[in-house]
C-alpha cells in the first residue's frame, strides 16, 4: 500500500511541475520522476524506515567465548597480602593473619574503616607504577546519605573494644565514613559501636574491556562498599578481554588487594580481542555478561546472595551504589537503577574535532573546553548533558525516556527531555518526580549500574543474559532490556530509576555543575514523605518500544515505532506461578 501511495502523490507532483509543457511530453518526464522517486525509496529510503529483518546481513558466525586466566596465578608480581586485622599504631603496613574467612564479625566500623583506608593508599600507590591515575571524583555524602547508610547498613557490635573515641574529621564524608552529626535529632551508633549487618550479600560483577579512565573510580568504589556492606557479605566478579591499556594490571592489582581483604572474588582476563566481522553482536555481548556470572553459583553458596550489582566503565562513588541497593530495600523493587550521562556533541563538535584549526576558533568563542576545576563545560549547563542508555531505558508506560530521533538532542536540557513524551496524569507524575529527585517506576532500564534481586538467577529459574529468539521473531534488543523482559515475565516486575544517582563516562563530568544539580545528588530538599512509591497508581505496560540493534542506519520515527509484548511468553509457560505472582 505505501508504494502505490508514494507513486500516485509523486506523479501529482510531477504533474504540477510540467504542466507547461506539452500532454505527452509531461506525461513522459512526470513517469521518469515518479519512476526514479519510487526506484530511490524503495531501495534506500523505505528499508531504514521499516524495520526489516530479512533485509539484515546474515550474523552467524562463532562467537567468542574464552573462560580467561585468574590473573594472581599468572602474575609474577610479588604483593603484601593484606587482612581483616587491625593495623597497629605505630605501623602503616598491613599484617598476616590466619584469621579464618569470615571473622570481620568481630570487628566493628571504625576497624573495618582504618583497614579500608590503608587498602585504598595501597591501591593508588600501586596503580600509579602501572600509569592507572588515582581518582579525583569528589564522593562527599549527604547528610541524608550519610543518617540513611548508618541506619540501614550498620548493627550495634555485643561487646565493645572499650577504647575513647575518636573526633571524626571531615575526610570520612570523602571516604564514605560516617561523622557523628545529630542534625535530624536521632541518635546513631558510633563507628566503634556497630559493624555492617548482614541484610545485604552482594555480588558486583563487571565486564572490562579498555577501561583504564574508569577502573580507578570502579576499584575504589568496590573497596569503600566494604565500609557499610563488610567483607565476608561482599562477592566480586569481573571478566575482562582484549584491553589494549593497562586494564589487565589494574585489576591484578584489585584481585590481589581483595584477596589479602578475605573478601571472595572470582577475575578473569583474556588477551585476545573480539572478532565481531560476522558475530550477533548481543549474542556476543550476553556470552561476556554471562562470562561475569560465572562465579555466581560459588557466591551463592558462600553468602546466599541478595543482590547483583552489575557496574558498566562508568566513573562512580560508592554511594551510588549504597543508595541503589538501599532503595531497592525500602521500595521492595526487583531493580534499581540510576542514570547515566555523556557530554552533548553537536553537529559544529563533531566537525571541529575534524578540522584543527575549526576546533581552534571554535574552542575560542564557544569555551567549551571547561577548566580543571572540576566542571567539564563551562558553558550554560541547561544543554551539555545527553542521557545516555536510551536503547535499553524504558519507561513504565513502555515509551523510550526520551525522542531516539531528535536532531536537537545534543543542544537541548538534557535533564528536562526525560519522560518529555509522556501524555496524561501519569507523564505528569513522572516528570514532577523526575525532577524532585524521587524513584520512578519503569520498565526497564540499566543506565551503567543496576542492582538486581538475585532471586531470578537462582534455581528454579537461572536466569541468564539472552539475545533474542528470532524463531518468535522477538525484537533484538539489548540482552540488558531482555533481562527486564524475562524478569517481569517472572513476576519481578517493580523496577525503580532513582534520578539522585547519576554516573558518567568522563571523570570531570561527574562533578560538573549540570550533573550535581540536574540529579540532586545532595539531595537538598528532598521530600522524604513522597519517596516511596505507591505502586497503585500505575499500571502495567500493554506494549514497549522496540529499538532492535540494527546493522545498517535506521530512521525511528515516533509513528512508526515497532511495538511489542513486555513478556517472553516461554518463561510464563515453564513457570505459570512466577509469571503470575506479580510484585504489582
Not at 10 to 39: G, N
Not at 190 to 204: A, G, I, L, Y
Not at 326 to 345: E, H, N
Request: with cysteine; proline share 4%.
Amino acid at each position: 500500500m505505501r508504494f502505490p501511495l508514494f507513486t500516485f502523490l509523486v506523479f501529482i507532483i510531477s504533474t504540477k511541475l510540467f504542466r507547461r509543457t506539452s500532454t505527452s511530453v509531461s506525461f513522459l518526464l512526470t513517469l521518469t520522476v515518479a519512476s526514479i522517486c519510487l526506484y530511490l525509496y524503495s531501495t534506500h529510503l523505505h528499508p531504514i524506515i521499516f524495520i526489516n529483518y530479512d533485509h539484515q546481513p546474515i550474523r552467524n558466525g562463532t562467537p567468542f567465548d574464552r573462560p580467561g586466566e585468574d590473573p594472581e596465578l599468572s602474575s609474577s608480581s610479588s604483593s603484601s597480602l593484606l587482612s581483616i586485622k587491625q593495623p597497629s599504631s605505630s605501623s602503616s603496613d598491613y599484617h598476616q593473619t590466619d584469621q579464618p574467612d569470615g571473622g570481620d564479625q568481630d570487628y566493628n566500623s571504625y576497624e573495618l574503616n582504618r583497614i579500608v583506608d590503608r587498602a585504598l593508599i595501597d591501591l593508588r600507590s600501586r596503580f600509579a607504577s602501572v600509569w592507572i591515575q588515582e581518582s579525583r571524583l569528589r564522593c562527599e555524602q549527604s547528610e541524608l546519605s550519610i543518617n540513611r547508610f548508618r541506619s540501614h547498613f550498620l548493627e550495634r557490635v555485643n561487646e565493645l573494644k572499650g577504647r575513647n573515641h575518636l573526633n571524626l574529621t571531615s575526610a570520612h564524608r570523602s571516604t564514605g565514613r560516617f561523622h557523628r552529626s545529630r542534625a535530624d535529632g536521632k541518635e546513631y551508633l558510633d563507628e566503634k559501636d556497630s559493624r555492617p549487618n548482614s541484610k545485604h550479600r552482594v555480588m558486583v560483577a563487571l565486564n572490562l574491556h579498555s577501561s583504564q579512565a574508569s577502573l580507578s573510580s570502579i576499584s575504589e568504589t568496590i573497596l569503600n562498599l566494604i565500609r557499610f556492606i563488610g567483607p565476608r557479605n561482599l562477592y566480586v566478579s569481573i571478566y575482562e578481554n582484549g584491553s589494549w591499556d593497562h586494564t589487565q594490571e589494574g585489576i591484578t592489582i584489585l584481585a590481589q588487594i581483595l584477596t589479602g581483604l578475605r573478601v571472595k572474588h572470582r577475575i578473569r582476563t583474556v588477551r585476545e580481542d573480539t572478532i565481531w566481522e560476522g558475530v550477533d553482536r548481543i549474542t556476543q555481548l550476553s556470552i561476556y555478561r554471562n562470562q561475569a556470572l560465572k562465579g555466581f553459583e560459588e557466591a551463592d553458596q558462600s553468602l546466599n546472595l541478595t543482590e547483583l550489582v552489575f557496574i558498566n566503565d562508568v566513573n562512580l562513588c560508592s554511594r551510588d551504589v549504597l543508595e541503589l541497593i538501599y532503595q531497592k530495600s525500602v521500595q521492595a523493587s526487583s531493580a534499581t537503577c540510576g542514570t547515566d550521562w555523556r557530554s552533548s556533541d553537536s553537529y559544529l563538535d563533531r566537525f571541529s574535532n575534524r578540522s584543527k584549526a575549526f576546533k581552534k576558533l571554535y574552542d575560542y568563542f564557544s569555551k567549551r573546553r571547561g577548566s580543571d576545576n572540576g566542571n567539564e563545560l563551562e558553558k550554560d549547563p541547561s544543554n551539555s548533558v545527553v542521557f545516555y542508555d536510551s536503547w535499553v531505558a524504558r519507561s513504565i508506560t513502555g515509551k523510550t525516556l526520551r525522542p531516539r530521533l531528535d536532531v536537537l538532542t545534543e543542544f537541548k536540557d538534557g535533564f528536562k527531555t526525560l519522560f518529555s513524551k509522556e501524555t496524561g496524569p501519569i507523564g505528569t507524575l513522572l516528570r514532577t518526580r523526575f525532577r524532585s529527585s524521587l524513584p520512578i517506576p519503569v520498565y526497564s532500564c540499566w543506565n551503567g549500574l543496576i542492582v538486581l534481586d538475585a532471586r531470578p538467577f537462582k534455581e528454579p529459574y537461572n536466569l541468564r543474559f539472552r539475545s533474542a529468539d528470532l524463531k518468535t521473531k522477538e525484537c533484538r534488543s539489548s540482552e540488558c532490556q531482555l533481562l527486564a523482559k524475562d524478569f517481569w515475565s517472572l513476576g519481578f516486575d517493580r523496577w525503580v530509576l532513582v534520578p539522585s544517582v547519576s554516573v558518567t563516562y568522563s571523570e570531570k563530568l561527574y562533578n560538573s555543575r549540570i550533573v550535581e544539580r540536574g540529579s540532586n545528588r545532595a539531595l537538598r530538599n528532598y521530600d522524604l514523605g513522597r519517596e516511596l512509591i505507591d505502586w497503585k497508581m500505575f499500571e502495567r505496560p500493554r506494549r514497549v518500544v522496540c529499538w532492535p540493534d540494527m546493522s545498517t542506519v535506521h530512521l525511528d520515527f515516533e509513528w512508526n515505532q515497532v511495538l511489542e509484548s513486555p513478556y517472553n511468553y516461554s518463561l510464563i509457560e515453564k513457570y505459570p506461578l512466577g509469571g503470575l505472582v506479580s510484585l504489582f
